[in-house]
């Protein structure tokens, strides 16, 4: 199996940097020794040059997997767009990943799949990789509109229904796979899928076991160290 993806998703968490340096040096040494899995933080923006995302991203093989993402981006690279940060920025700042539709975006922020689109292809044109997050599959078919097919398998795709996300309903396993199946008619096979929705320590095993996924987006328990470090230690030795 090719390598796991664990994305840490903060979301608007923590509410200061000291509590962010103390939650990220944490993750950080827990899983110092971790192979086989791709772990990337996504902090609010505001936290990642802070954090130390620019070296990370230059002395990255020290760091086995750990690299950093961030949770939106605009569609534009620069101008005037008071508040927005632009892909190339966060390249800069030596993020490799950008969640792009994460459902928390497109209902309080009222994001449509055309916007997603845009973005898309605005994090591709970087070279970063996009995570796009949908809970149905007309979702993938309108976000990657356009895409070139070499480009579209630089997109991860994360399954996470709405109604599973925050809410400690974790999906059935086997519902999970049919989702991930059905996304893989669309993509291919081999196309990288992730579950992302009230996963923990006791269930995340079971999405890549049984589910067949290749990795989760995680949200609550990424924000308690012990429980996401558990998980990453946990889907890193185990073979599928
Ligand atoms: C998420 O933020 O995408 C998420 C899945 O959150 P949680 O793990 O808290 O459900």
């Not at 490799?96 to 997603?116: P, Q, T």
């Not at 356009?146 to 997109?155: E, F, R, V």
């Not at 599973?164 to 991930?180: D, H, L, V």
Request: hydrophobic share 40%; net charge positive; proline share 4%.
């Amino acid at each position: 199996m090719d390598k796991i993806f664990i994305i840490g998703n903060w979301k608007c968490n923590p509410t200061s940097l000291k509590k962010a340096s103390n939650l990220f040096n944490s993750i950080r040494r827990g899983i110092e020794d971790v192979k086989n899995a791709e772990v990337v933080i996504c902090p609010p923006f505001v936290y990642l040059s802070l954090l130390g995302a620019p070296s990370f991203a230059r002395r990255r093989a020290s760091y086995g997997g750990l690299v950093f993402g961030s949770q939106n981006c605009f569609r534009e690279e620069r101008g005037a767009f008071t508040g927005e940060i632009s892909p190339l920025m966060l390249k800069d700042l030596g993020c490799k990943y950008v969640i792009i539709g994460h459902s928390e975006r497109r209902s309080h922020f009222l994001e449509k799949d055309a916007e997603i689109n845009k973005k898309l292809k605005a994090v591709l044109k970087q070279n970063l990789r996009p995570i796009l997050c949908i809970d149905k599959i007309s979702q993938i078919k309108r976000g990657i509109k356009g895409i070139l097919k070499s480009q579209i398998k630089k997109i991860i795709v994360a399954y996470e229904p709405i109604w599973a996300i925050g809410t400690g309903k974790a999906c059935s396993f086997s519902q999970a796979k049919r989702f991930n199946l059905s996304i893989k008619k669309v993509l291919g096979k081999k196309h990288p899928v992730l579950y992302g929705g009230s996963v923990n320590s006791q269930n995340a095993l079971g999405y890549i076991k049984e589910s067949k996924f290749q990795g989760l987006l995680i949200g609550g328990a990424s924000l308690k160290p012990k429980e996401f470090i558990k998980i990453v230690k946990l889907l890193s030795k185990s073979s599928y």
